[in-house]
């Protein structure tokens, strides 16, 4: 069985990464989506074990300390992480794990695994991006303003990927057939079946007509 992808997603806040990736596992069985850890509290809807594990400071240290995340990061005054081992677990199974995460931490998860798939997410436009931060009607206009602000900075970062995808209002299938489309390009990566390709070097080698009849 063939170790699973590692797809990394990341993008400014209110681009609609998690609208993307629930889309993107709903779709297709095979691909698992990571739930992080973080410091901060429950938005209206969210559900512990589904939407993020919610934990305190305290243990969130622990868990960095003992080095049982494969990234962490501070964002807008809160703690982000993902679990290692839950990764890897998922992986050895054959299944395609997606991060959903901020660029910090796609930086730090890029560093040990060369081999992910990194696309970011795009608005059309940094108004239509102040909108939908507007829009999600659970922060103040402090606090908006902060996350937009830090948007335009994010959007920088869009170099350090592979793959950038606009993830325009009311068209997140369009958004979500564009990745499965990268997903599969990357595994037809002559160096992602190489095991593969080997084999059938080593039985052509063998130039044994007899084990056709």
Not at 46 to 62: A, P, Q, T
Not at 189 to 210: C, I, P, Q, Y
């Amino acid at each position: 069985m063939s170790k699973g992808l590692l797809i990394v997603i990341s993008g400014p806040s209110g681009v609609g990464k998690g609208t993307v990736c629930t889309e993107i596992c709903r779709r297709n069985a095979t691909f698992h989506y990571s739930i992080s850890v973080t410091t901060r509290q429950p938005r209206k809807g969210e559900v512990e074990g589904k939407s993020y594990y919610f934990i305190n400071l305290d243990e969130f240290n622990r868990l960095r300390q003992e080095g049982a995340l494969l990234e962490w990061a501070e964002v807008h005054d809160n703690f982000y992480g993902t679990p290692l081992q839950k990764v890897e677990d998922v992986r050895n199974s054959g299944f395609d794990v997606i991060l959903e995460i901020d660029t910090i931490g796609a930086k730090k998860v890029k560093q040990n695994y060369s081999e992910g798939v990194f696309i970011f997410l795009l608005p059309p436009s940094m108004k239509e991006l102040w909108e939908r931060i507007k829009g999600r009607g659970t922060d103040p206009v402090e606090v908006i303003k902060k996350r937009h602000s830090a948007a335009f900075r994010e959007l920088q970062e869009v170099w350090n990927y592979e793959y950038a995808v606009v993830n325009k209002n009311n068209h997140v299938s369009t958004t979500v057939e564009k990745i499965e489309s990268i997903i599969q390009s990357e595994k037809c990566r002559v160096l992602r079946n190489k095991t593969m390709v080997e084999n059938l070097f080593k039985e052509g080698e063998k130039n044994d007509l007899s084990l056709y009849r």
